[in-house]
Structure formats: C-alpha cells, structure tokens
C-alpha cells in the first residue's frame, strides 16, 4: 500500500499534475492540502474517473483539504474533536478546513494543514500553538483508546523541527516556524508516542519538500523541510521506506511544495 501528502497549493490549478502523479507513483491514498476551493468546485469527477473515492472540506479559496482512496474510504471526519477555531474581528468563530480524516485500507488518514502562524506577534501564532496542542490532545486520546490502531498524520506541518531542515535558519530569526514553542509543539507527537516516519527514512540534512516561487529559490536550493508524516506504533511497523518526490517541483505548473510518499508492507 503506497500513501502520499501533498500540498498542491490548488487543486484546480494543479489537477492535471496530480493526476499524473496518482498514475505514475501508483498511490493508493493521496492526503491533498491547500485545495483552495469550496466542496462544490472540488473537481471530484476525474478522480473518480481514475479509480478513486474523494473527501473534501473547504470553504473558500482559503485552506482546503482531502484525501483521494482507491483502496476504501470511510468514517470521514471534517475536523478533530475540539479543533480550534480562528476568531476574526467581527465574525463568529469557525472551524477552518484544515483536518480531514478517513479510513483507507484499514489505515485512519489525516490530511493536515497546519496555520502559518504569520508572525510572532500576531494572534495567529497563538492560534496555531493551540491547534497544534488540539491535534496532539486528539491523537493522543485515539492512541490510549486502541494502541494497535494504524493511525498516520499527514501533511504541511508549517514547522521546521531542526536547523538543518532549511536552507539558512538565520534567514528565519524571529520568525515563525523554528521558534522554540513551535519545535516543541511538533517534538510532542513523539512524546505522545507516534514516530515521524519521513525523518527515520530519509535522514539527510538539507533534504526539503519546499521551495518558494521568488528568487529562484528552487534552481538555488533555497528550500525547506515542513511536510511530514507521523505514524502510530502499529502503523510504522509497516513502513517500509518514504520517498521525496523532488521532482514534482520542477516544470510549468509546479506547487511549491513536493509529495512524500510512504509505502507499506
């Protein structure tokens, strides 16, 4: 069985893309996140089409995110229990479309899309500490309730957990991202016992899954390492070996960000 995460930075920008790479990598499961589309313009047909079952949540151009199964999808959940909210002046609070879930082939997919955080300063960075402690708050339940569940977190974690995860960390001094709550807030997924399985399998330095679309930032290698995948104890017994797709960067059309694929035994 072969699962994959990938922020596409639009699903209908980049639908040609993603398809090609459903045919050509032969996944199974694809966790999708910044579909940047409502549920009715999700262009469900030509996955369909393909083979593949679709779930999607997504209000507007903003946010968005699904899974794509050809191996089963069931149980969908639009959010985790007791997701935070993002309060915006004058508007009730929302649940934004960030987390979806679905069981696939016996495995409980989440696509993930972790808030920016924009600044230091800005209320959005305490927003995204608390999703962060949400999502772990939940896993951690999920893990205690059945500890043979085969459970994987998937997607755009907007952190970067180590210095070597970019191409220069001074560029990012007193930004988010590598701020020290954020790299604890992501180191606590281990503690609650699930395993960062793309780390264990590609461990090299340098290797990213990020390049921005200014200053040539790809053809200099200007890059970041913020795409992830932790696995329950069950589920990482199974992972046989993880895959940086680094060429998806290249070429017209290209997301910024790449797919890691897991496979499994």
């Known amino acids: 069985m072969r699962i994959a995460t990938w922020n596409v930075n639009s699903i209908r920008t980049r639908l040609d893309r993603v398809l090609a790479f459903l045919e050509r990598s032969g996944t199974d499961v694809l966790a999708v996140q910044e579909t940047k589309c409502r549920d009715d313009q999700f262009p469900h047909l030509p996955f369909e089409e393909a083979g593949y079952e679709v779930a999607h949540t997504g209000y507007h151009q903003w946010n968005g995110v699904a899974i794509v199964s050809r191996v089963g999808l069931a149980d969908v959940a639009t959010s985790f229990p007791r997701q935070p909210s993002f309060v915006k002046p004058d508007q009730e609070p929302r649940v934004e479309a960030r987390a979806l879930g679905a069981t696939c082939g016996g495995v409980r997919v989440w696509s993930l899309y972790v808030p920016h955080g924009r600044t ?8 995204k500490l608390a999703w962060l402690e949400g999502l772990r708050a939940a896993a951690a339940r999920w893990l205690t309730a059945d500890p043979a569940v085969e459970l994987a977190l998937l997607g755009d974690w907007n952190v970067i957990p180590r210095d070597t995860d970019v191409w220069d960390v001074t560029a990012f001094a007193g930004r988010t991202h590598v701020s020290t709550p954020e790299r604890e807030a992501f180191a606590a997924f281990e503690q609650a016992g699930f395993t960062e399985v793309t780390r264990e399998h590609v461990p090299a330095p340098g290797t990213y899954t990020y390049w921005d679309y200014q200053q040539l930032a790809f053809p200099r290698d200007k890059g970041l390492r913020i795409d992830f995948a932790y696995a ?7 992972v046989t070996s993880v895959s940086i797709d680094r060429d998806e960067r290249r070429g017209k059309g290209a997301s910024d960000h790449v797919p890691v694929v897991l496979d499994l035994a």
């Not at 230091?120 to 927003?127: F, G, I, K, N």
């Not at 329950?232 to 199974?238: C, I, K, Q, Y």
């Open 120 to 127: 230091l300063e800005d209320p959005h960075y305490a927003y």
């Open 232 to 238: 329950s104890p069950a589920l990482r017994d199974r």
